[in-house]
Structure formats: structure tokens, C-alpha cells
């Protein structure tokens, strides 16, 4: 069925470390991979997003890769600062109607001066 | 100034009413979308809408409903029928659907005493 799977839910880092988020998706025909942040209690924006002909993307301190293969994509942020602290949420549309966006269950990541 | 519109930011209701969360957005967006977060299980699709006059039920529909009688315009009702409804409640909109970029409300959040 429709499933992305996130990994792992909570994530602390020392500041200026690097942090990784991972998805798995199940549907192969799956085309749009974003990731949103979500800093408490507002409201979740997107960051960085990836389709499915292309293997990385990158954005300063942030990146995404995906493998198709496997199906998998990852979040990368380098050089880890406190604003950094947030929910992140990986999502994946699905190829039987594109209008279908699923969310990861997200990440608690917490960056400590 | 533009943007989507959730109210009220606050609900209280008793158990056995039925209630309606609004969301409105003026970014002429076709796509609108219901998702429901709750601690650990991310961000769950309940409805969403394509266009006005259509929408298609998302992974947790069950005791909720929806119209999309014009384009700026996507109420949910939280019926009788929903057994666990105190939830945090987000309605986004879309240009292009689930391949591009989600613009969240801030959220509703609906307490049933």
C-alpha cells in the first residue's frame, strides 16, 4: 500500500554536527520527494524537494539524495545550527493519483549549543 | 495579503456534536488538502480536493466530510462518528497538486471534552 516510513523519530545532534534523516516509500512509480520543517507551534514549510530524475539537490546546509532503486531518500544538513531545531517531515507523492501526498510520521531533531 | 486561513485557532466541543473547521485561501490555488498531526504519527491525509467540486477521501476519512463548493473554500466537518477526534488540524493548498509545494494554515487545533 501507500506508505512512507521515517527514520528515526527523534535525532540530537551537538551544533556544527551534521544530521541525517531517512524515507523509505513503497510505491516505485513515486515522482516528488519534499521535506518540510516544522518549528513548534507554527506552521510546516518546505525546504527542499526532489523528482525523481534527479539523484541529489542541494541547497546550502541542506541537502536531499535519492535512490530508486532502493527507494529511499535522505535529508542532510551540515553544519547544524540551534535554529536547526525542529520537526522535519519527509512526504512522497503517489503515481495512482498525484494529488496524493503522504507524510513521514517525522523527526524531532534537536541541536545543542 | 495572501495566504490560507484556518478558524477558529481553538475549539472545545462536547462529545456527540458535530463541528466545522474553516479554511480559506486566496492564492488561487486548485489543490486544497486536510491533514491531521498528531504526536508521533506525523501529518495524516483525511481529504483533499483537486478541483471545486471534487475531492476524493484521504487515509483516515472515516467520520469526517468535506465540501469544495468554490475554489477559495474547503470546510471539514468532524462528525459524531469520529471516535478519537482531539487532534491538531492543518488544511494546505497547492498550485500543482501533490507535485509541488504545500502552503499550510495554522492549524486548527479541536479539543472534545
Known amino acids: 500500500g501507500e506508505n512512507v516510513e521515517q527514520h528515526p523519530s527523534t535525532l540530537s545532534v551537538q551544533e556544527g554536527d551534521s544530521a541525517v534523516i531517512k524515507c523509505t516509500y513503497s510505491?516505485?512509480?513515486?515522482?516528488?520527494f519534499p521535506w518540510y520543517k516544522q518549528e513548534l507551534g507554527k506552521r510546516p514549510q518546505l525546504i527542499i524537494d526532489?523528482?525523481?530524475?534527479?539523484g541529489e539537490k542541494k541547497d546550502q546546509r541542506i541537502a536531499v539524495t535519492l535512490n530508486k532503486t532502493a527507494k529511499h531518500f535522505s535529508l542532510h544538513i551540515t553544519e547544524t545550527q540551534p535554529e536547526d531545531s525542529a520537526v522535519y517531515f519527509c512526504?512522497?507523492?503517489?503515481?495512482?493519483?498525484?494529488?496524493?501526498?503522504?507524510f513521514g510520521q517525522g523527526t524531532t531533531l534537536q541541536v545543542k549549543p | 495579503d495572501g495566504g490560507i486561513t484556518q478558524s477558529p485557532k481553538y475549539l472545545f466541543r462536547k462529545e456527540g456534536q458535530n463541528v466545522t473547521l474553516s479554511c480559506e485561501q486566496n492564492?488561487?490555488?486548485?489543490?486544497m488538502y486536510w491533514y491531521r498531526q498528531d504526536p508521533g504519527q506525523g501529518l495524516r491525509l483525511i481529504y483533499y480536493?483537486?478541483?471545486?467540486?471534487?475531492?476524493q477521501k484521504g487515509d483516515i476519512a472515516e467520520g469526517y466530510s468535506v465540501s469544495r463548493e468554490k475554489k477559495e473554500s474547503f470546510p471539514l466537518t468532524v462528525t459524531s462518528a469520529q471516535k478519537n477526534p482531539t487532534a491538531f488540524y492543518l488544511c494546505?493548498?497547492?498550485?500543482?497538486?501533490?507535485?509541488?509545494?504545500?502552503?499550510f494554515g495554522e492549524g486548527s487545533r479541536l479539543t472534545v471534552l
Open positions: 494546505a493548498s497547492s498550485s500543482t497538486g501533490g507535485t509541488g509545494e504545500l502552503f
Open positions: 510505491d516505485s512509480a513515486s515522482n516528488y
Open positions: 512526504a512522497a507523492t503517489y503515481s495512482s493519483n498525484t494529488g496524493k501526498l503522504i
Open positions: 492564492l488561487n490555488h486548485d489543490a
Open positions: 480536493s483537486q478541483i471545486v467540486n471534487d475531492f
Open positions: 526532489i523528482r525523481s530524475n534527479v
